[in-house]
């Protein structure tokens, strides 16, 4: 893949609530898409991804949507906790090893 | 220890010093990434490494040096850095090149000043 934009840049949720990040690419070819998240002076780390050949995955209070047509995919997290704050980082590739990323989303939950 | 560990976890260095940056994974896989990370700037692949082979070099200057000597070490070779190359450096691994997940490092946090 070439391009990935990601939004918002920042986004603010009451605990409790839901956040909704979306990321839009640009290359018809593209198979893969991660979710990779990465808390204050840690590593990222993969917390969900899918693949072009399901359109929604779903795993406890996470959950990602794919929309080939329009090109774009979302995360989605419910029931947000604390510890959801983070960056978390979109990314896509077409099934070599050049994952591209977005530029990252700063997820405040707020008590 | 497990997983991937990166050493040193920050440095500092003059434009005129060299330094190298080391990776080692735990996990017995075969692919091996460096990637810069800077403030809101999306995660920039450096160099890939498949079965200790030198797979992408994405358009990195040579002042960055990578080194592969086997499956499980990686190293970054630095020399007359620029200021404008601070930033975070992290390791990553896979299993193969295109099996998808990504394990990192913490990272090393380079200043050159």
């Known amino acids: 893949g070439e391009n990935v934009e990601q939004h918002p840049s920042t986004l603010s949720v009451q605990e409790g609530d839901s956040a909704v990040i979306k990321c839009t690419y640009s290359?018809?070819?593209?198979?893969?898409f991660p979710w990779y998240k990465q808390e204050l002076g840690k590593r990222p780390q993969l917390i969900i991804d899918?693949?072009?050949?399901?359109g929604e995955k779903k795993d406890q209070r996470i959950a990602v949507t794919l929309n080939k047509t329009a090109k774009h995919f979302s995360l989605h997290i419910t029931e947000t906790q604390p510890e959801d704050s983070a960056v978390y980082f979109c990314?896509?590739?077409?099934?070599?090893?050049?994952?591209?990323f977005g530029t990252g989303t700063r997820l405040t939950i707020i008590p | 220890e497990t997983g991937v560990t990166q050493t040193p976890r920050h440095l500092v260095m003059g434009m005129t010093n060299k330094k190298s940056l080391k990776c080692e994974q735990h996990?017995?896989?075969?692919?091996m990434y460096w990637y810069k990370q800077s403030a809101k700037k999306p995660l920039e692949l450096m160099f890939v490494?498949?079965?200790?082979?030198?797979?992408e070099n994405n358009s990195v200057p040579s002042r960055f040096s990578p080194e592969c000597p086997n499956s499980s070490h990686l190293f970054l070779h630095l020399h007359t850095l620029q200021p404008e190359d601070s930033a975070l450096y992290l390791c990553?691994?896979?299993?193969?090149?295109?099996?998808?997940?990504?394990?990192f490092g913490e990272g090393s946090r380079l200043t050159v000043l």
């Open positions: 290359d018809s070819a593209s198979n893969y």
């Open positions: 899918i693949r072009s050949n399901v």
């Open positions: 996990l017995g896989h075969n692919a």
């Open positions: 490494y498949s079965l200790e082979e030198r797979v």
């Open positions: 990314a896509e590739n077409f099934g070599n090893e050049k994952l591209t």
């Open positions: 990553a691994s896979s299993q193969d090149r295109n099996s998808g997940e990504l394990f």
